[in-house]
């Protein structure tokens, strides 16, 4: 028999099912080694030799293969087939080096999709491990490190707070934060635009809008003030107007391609709000279950056999009509393309989602996957494109109306691609014929002008009604209304992947892992889907944009891709790639030996100026205090890793504010001297101030005898400009006594902690649903809450989902918890993503997350404790000997010295 190694549980529970008992299928588990967390793993004094060690985890994954070739003298290597999947080949090779006899046949087969006839296939052409693509492997594993362990030891040392490094996460980090900065430098503009509503003489009615006023095509800013606008209406309204021309062209649209998997999460990001790495898990299981093919691809080309499949489904379910007369060919366009792959199909076209026993995300990737596939197919979409011109006999006023008509609507039948802007065709037009008459229609923008003058206090009566933000005629037939230019959108997930792929950065394999680690690592957080970078994210990109310029270029980055693209390809020595960047890199990390934290700092702060300081209305200087009026103010860093912007005259002058107000705004931050609130009973100040965790209130001031004076941070929805005495005195008289608890007389409290409201009895804490309740709530409500509480901690929470038995042994399931859902396995708990449904959590990925938390807390891996048979009674012994006896057992075991914590590991995800 020959034992084949894949990668999953999944994958080789499919893949043993359609190759029989003549073959024993097990799985790695994912990578085997990798190169330890610490300094040396890759030697750049000895040709960049790399020292590998295998995982604790693997340890058994791997005897469990050796064990198997004891008794099978066949070993093949059946990983995904990508640059990873033969890295992961390779590494099992030389793992099992040892246990590899003579005899034994090792070969290495690859497989696009997880079906019986693509693997049987497989078996039939094996070949040799390809060193090219291994060597492409080396490389990025050797970079990402250099980098990791070179760069991010730098930040530690010279900017507090952060992190890590990365070769294209800090490039990816730059593209977010590079955003962010034109999005805060942006000033609006005003522009205008008129538009009217006009009637057939058929009374059908159109829209249509100002092209052409005083004979000259307008700009989108010709028309700029209220005043401008004003006159533009008048002009329309009082000409009479004529249909001018009509022009009708046929237009063609096709389908898009197949997806990769760049556009698979784009397109799951907009349609389904899914990020990166849960659109890629989704793909993964369906992958592994033999549904699609793989997932990890730069390829949109189709193999024929698909396409003559996915023609026989058109034909079938929609007829003749929508298959295109010859099939479509789609080619790569990206400039740096990995090893490509086909394109992400369906392994049988005719089987669409409702056929297949599907639930949750993996449901609705699979039918977004079979709809783009069959439609790429399908036969293209027919328009007509309609642009009619209307204007006065004068030629000094035009107006034009514009629609789009589906007269066959092919792919569209089945599906149309996501957009990220909110452009959408035109509508139908009524028939309309040169020459007509066009007449106004009174009263149709009677909403629109009511909603604009809803918000404006005068309105101005003349031959137009007008307000700040619009104009209208007399019978509100024509409409000014005011616009402002936009400044551009933030990044999604997929944007940023579109505008990574764009740029040649990173491959199909990293985007996930880059967007998870910027998150992670707090450079950047996600709010309703959009990328917003922290403050460490900013003040990171400071620190490498001008210690490290080049390696943050986005050229730079995608010109290396290219060489590493040349090295899987066989046309480039991968150590002669390492040795040229290292000889510059290396250069680069020792001139920043000398630096100091206030050096960077002061060249940071420079460098964020013109983003930090913004100019002010009265042309004052924007770096004096707007409190002290003398201090110059200055970037700062917080212990937390976070920053701010703070009064050189400290501690004079305790002004801060955040670094993410623009300089224009700086007015609305408090300061924390400056906005008495009032006086208590007693005679002290209370202040409202704000500080590097936010806005707080404070009673008195710090003095050497009250170093730290009664404070209390404002909760979450309380707007600063809200904060009334009053209130500022009920925070700061937090803990609220309710009374003594009729049970036990213990008093009951109720105050605002770490994870807000509560109620407290003794050791019992109980959350409050809203911050209100704090100060009203009575004894019989907290009682009740207790309560609640108290049942809640006696009854043994009840599994979300049952996994069965863990291959080591012992009951696995998922369980709620207070911070979210968890896998439980005997001691080790580990937390449950909060893309992955509870519900669709599978064995094997249990099984891989408990090995990650596992892996995290050193904890080893151990099947819950069987319960002991009960020991033999122990013979009597001499009373002599009974002293001794005790004494000895009382005597505890020699300890071996602590060991040395490992360096953090500064990880580059990418592959």
């Known amino acids: 028999m020959a034992v084949v190694v894949v990668e999953s549980p999944a994958k080789a529970k499919t893949i043993n099912k359609y190759l029989g008992s003549d073959f024993t299928v097990l799985a790695s588990f994912g990578h085997v080694r990798d ?21 604790s985890d693997s340890k058994k994954h791997i005897k469990a293969i050796a064990d198997a070739l004891k008794t099978d003298n066949e070993l093949i290597l059946a990983t995904d087939p990508d640059r990873e999947g033969e890295a992961i080949s390779w590494h099992l090779q030389e793992a099992l080096a040892k246990s590899i006899k003579k005899d034994t046949k090792v070969s290495r087969v690859t497989f696009n999709a997880i079906t019986k006839s693509a693997v049987t296939e497989a078996m039939k052409n094996p070949r040799q491990i390809d060193v090219p693509l291994v060597d492409a492997y080396l490389a990025r594993r050797a970079l990402d490190y250099l980098v990791g362990f070179t760069l991010s030891p730098v930040l530690w040392r010279k900017l507090p707070g952060a992190k890590s490094a990365g070769r294209v996460q800090s490039v990816c980090l730059r593209l977010i934060v590079e955003r962010e900065m034109e999005i805060e430098a942006f000033r609006p503009r005003e522009f205008w635009g008129v538009n009217a509503r006009l009637k057939t003489p058929r009374n059908q009615e159109y829209d249509v809008r100002l092209t052409v006023l005083g004979g000259k095509k307008l700009d989108k800013f010709d028309i700029s003030t209220v005043e401008a606008a004003d006159l533009a209406v008048q002009a329309v309204t009082s000409r009479a107007l004529t249909v001018q021309s009509v022009e009708a062209k046929p ?57 003559t499949e996915a023609r026989a489904t058109i034909k079938s379910r929609y007829g003749d009509a929508y298959v295109p007369d010859s099939p479509r060919v789609y080619k790569n366009k990206a400039k740096n393309a990995q090893e490509a792959h086909e394109c992400i199909r369906p392994t049988d076209m005719a089987k669409a989602a409702d056929d297949l026993r599907l639930e949750g995300e993996q449901k609705k990737l699979y039918d977004l996957i079979w709809k783009r596939t069959i439609a790429s197919q399908m036969a293209a979409a027919r328009l007509e494109r309609t642009t009619v011109d209307v204007g006065s006999a004068d030629k000094q006023v035009m107006l034009r109306a514009t629609g789009q008509v589906v007269m ?43 909603k604009a003058a809803a918000a404006q206090d005068d309105v101005i009566e003349g031959s137009a ?16 209304a005011q616009h402002f230019t936009q400044p551009p959108p933030r990044y999604t997930e997929a944007t940023l992947v579109k505008r990574m792929e764009e740029l040649g950065i990173g491959r199909p394999s990293t985007y996930a892992s880059i967007l998870t680690t910027i998150v992670d690592r707090e450079y950047v957080r996600k709010d309703k889907n959009r990328l917003f970078p922290e403050d460490k994210g900013r003040l990171v990109t400071a620190f490498l944009s001008n210690y490290f310029e080049k390696y943050v270029q986005y050229d730079f980055t995608a010109d290396l891709e290219g060489q590493l693209d040349d090295v899987s390809a066989g046309e480039r020595d991968y150590k002669e790639v390492l040795a040229r960047f290292w000889r510059d890199f290396s250069a680069a990390i020792a001139e920043t030996a000398d630096l100091r934290i206030g050096e960077v700092l002061t060249k940071i702060d420079e460098f964020l100026a013109p983003h930090l300081y913004l100019p002010r209305a009265d042309g004052s200087d924007p770096r004096i205090c707007p409190v002290c009026g003398e201090g110059r103010l200055h970037l700062k860093t917080a212990r937390s890793g976070g920053a701010f912007i703070g009064c050189g005259s400290y501690p004079e002058c305790r002004y801060t504010r955040p670094i993410s107000v623009a300089g224009g705004d700086e007015g609305v931050a408090i300061s924390p001297d400056g906005q008495v609130l009032g006086v208590d009973d007693q005679g002290a100040e209370i202040s409202l101030r704000t500080g590097r965790f936010g806005p707080y209130v404070q009673r008195g001031e710090a003095t050497e005898e009250v170093p730290k004076p009664p404070r209390a941070s404002l909760p979450k929805g309380w707007a600063p400009e809200s904060i009334t005495l009053e209130k500022a005195l009920t925070l700061l008289s937090l803990p609220r006594e309710i009374g003594p608890h009729p049970e036990d007389g213990a008093m009951v409290e109720a105050a605002i902690g770490r994870y807000g409201p509560y109620v407290k009895h003794n050791k019992v804490y109980a959350n409050l649903p809203d911050v209100e309740e704090v100060f009203t709530i009575g004894m019989n409500r907290a009682v009740e809450v207790l309560a609640n509480k108290y049942s809640k901690a006696r009854v043994a929470a009840e599994p979300l989902k049952d996994l069965g038995e863990h291959p080591d042994g012992g009951p696995m399931a998922v369980m709620p918890g207070r911070y979210g859902p968890y896998v439980k396995w005997g001691k080790i708990n580990a937390t449950v993503p909060k893309e992955m449904e509870p519900a669709d959590v599978t064995v094997e990925q249990a099984i891989e997350l408990l090995a990650e938390r596992a892996a995290k807390t050193g904890a080893k891996k151990k099947a819950p404790a ?14 002599a000997a009974k002293t001794a006896t005790k004494t000895a057992a009382k005597k505890p075991a020699a300890k071996k010295p602590a060991a040395k914590k490992a360096a953090p590991k500064a990880e580059e995800p990418e592959a």
């Open 35 to 55: 190169l330890p967390p610490k300094n040396g793993s890759v030697d750049t004094e000895d040709d960049f030799a790399m020292k590998w060690e295998v995982a």
């Open 251 to 307: 237009a063609a649209r096709n389908p898009s391609a197949p997806f990769m998997t760049s556009t698979l999460q784009q397109e799951a990001s907009r349609k389904f709000g899914m990020g990166a790495k849960q659109c890629m898990g989704a793909a993964q299981r369906l992958y592994e279950a033999g549904h699609i093919t793989y997932m990890r691809t730069d390829g949109i080309d189709m193999a024929p056999e698909a396409i």
């Open 408 to 450: 066959f609507d092919g792919f569209l039948k089945l599906y149309e691609e996501g957009r990220d802007d909110d452009d959408s065709d035109e509508g139908r037009l009524p028939q309309i014929t040169q020459g007509e008459a066009a007449d106004f229609v009174k009263g149709a923008f009677t909403e629109g002008f009511a």
């Open 465 to 480: 009604t007008r307000v700040a933000s619009a104009v209208t005629n007399t019978d509100q037939s024509v409409l000014g």
């Open 866 to 879: 069987k319960k002991k048979a009960p020991a033999k009674k122990p013979a009597a012994k001499k009373p």
